[in-house]
């Protein structure tokens, strides 16, 4: 079960008291209280599994240690450990407190989220030479409070996008070691599926409806993920009694929420075309070619035909596999020139 959305209570570890003491020893009657220990920080770090918010599902106030106390003989207090918590690359972390926000794009990507209290001050440190016998001490500082919310955008190559019992958990389970859920019902896929094609990440983002970014269905809920991912697969049924009007009903989903989505580059398939007879799916692709270029003639001399396929059609499934090497090569191309505009060689 992904938890993708949660709000947690942070609190940072309050600094060790100072100590107030004075030695006994005989011609050393000086003032020996030790400083307290600084208090625990918080911090963020980026893992790459996608469940582990699911450790704040009932976890929802956090706390680090406090401080040690000052000792006498003029020892301090130890530190608090520092706590890191462990959360998903593609979380984007709202401090609801001061309103800052910031996202987890890394794995080791350390954020500080609470800082601990410092340390408070012994005697020791208060003596001079018109005060040789101080009583001050300090208290230690408390440590930072602050109220979060962690939001989880799936960062995947591909997402698989589409009415709800269209295939799309079968094509994953077919192209990746995936063990998504299936069956002949709608909203089989609750949450979304992940699964790996050698060095790309494929999503089965659950089935979205005519609404669904008014929040009906499945709702907004998963629309989120389906901004990180770099590829869209539209899925689409050969059972379905006009297949061009579901395509343009879920690209009128994905418009209202974010029109951002719709640039992104787009690859359409026509699911369970083993269902039909040969002759429909003829007349579905010239049809949805046809109602295409009407509606869109930019569209003309594009590669974005609907390409039927078949869970049980080895060579239609080969199909899909030569495309989405295409997207891992591209994908290797673009590492490359990230890294070498990170190492400084191009100048931007």
């Known amino acids: 079960m992904i938890i993708d959305d949660v709000v947690i209570k942070l609190k940072a570890g ?8 004075f030695s006994r020893t005989k011609g050393l009657k000086g003032p020996t209280g030790g400083n307290g220990g600084n208090g625990g920080s918080i911090y963020f770090e980026g893992i790459s599994d996608l469940t582990a918010l699911r450790q704040f599902r009932f976890r929802k106030d956090i706390k680090a ?7 006498s003989s003029l020892n301090d207090g130890h530190n608090a450990e520092d706590l890191t918590l462990l959360v998903p690359v593609g979380t984007v972390c709202k401090n609801l407190t001061t309103r800052r926000e910031f996202e987890i ?25 018109t005060n040789t016998s101080p009583t001050q001490f300090e208290e230690g500082r408390e440590g930072q409070f602050f109220e979060f919310q962690l939001q989880l955008k799936m960062i995947a190559d591909v997402g698989f996008i589409g009415f709800p019992n269209v295939g799309k ?20 896929t609750l949450e979304p599926n992940l699964g790996a094609y050698y060095d790309l990440i494929l999503a089965d983002i659950p089935g979205l409806i005519e ?8 709702g907004i809920k998963f629309l989120k993920h389906i901004e990180r991912t770099r590829s869209l697969f539209y899925i689409i049924s050969a059972e379905s009694e006009n297949p061009f009007l579901d395509y343009q009903k879920v690209k009128e989903e994905l418009n209202l929420y974010n029109k951002v989505l719709l640039e992104k580059p787009e690859y359409i398939f026509l699911s369970k075309s ?21 509606r869109d003639p930019a569209v003309a001399g594009q590669s974005k035909d609907i390409i039927p396929i078949s869970i049980i059609d080895l060579a239609s499934l080969e199909k899909v596999k030569l495309i989405l090497n295409k997207i891992a090569k ?19």
């Open 14 to 21: 309050d600094g060790g008291k100072g100590m107030a003491v």
């Open 65 to 71: 240690d406090k401080g040690q106390n000052g000792k």
């Open 105 to 129: 794009t890394k794995v080791g990507q350390r954020e500080l989220v609470a800082k601990g209290g410092k340390r408070g001050r012994g005697n020791f440190l208060f003596r001079s030479s």
């Open 169 to 188: 958990s079968s094509l994953l389970n077919e192209l990746t070691a995936s063990k998504s859920k299936v069956a002949n019902y709608a909203f089989t």
């Open 211 to 218: 609404g669904a970014s008014t929040g009906k269905g499945l």
């Open 274 to 294: 083993d269902m039909v007879v040969p002759e429909k799916i003829t007349q579905i692709v010239k049809d949805f070619k046809k109602s295409r270029l009407e």
């Open 330 to 348: 591209e994908k290797q191309i673009s590492l490359v020139v990230e890294d070498v505009v990170e190492d400084g060689i191009i100048d931007n």
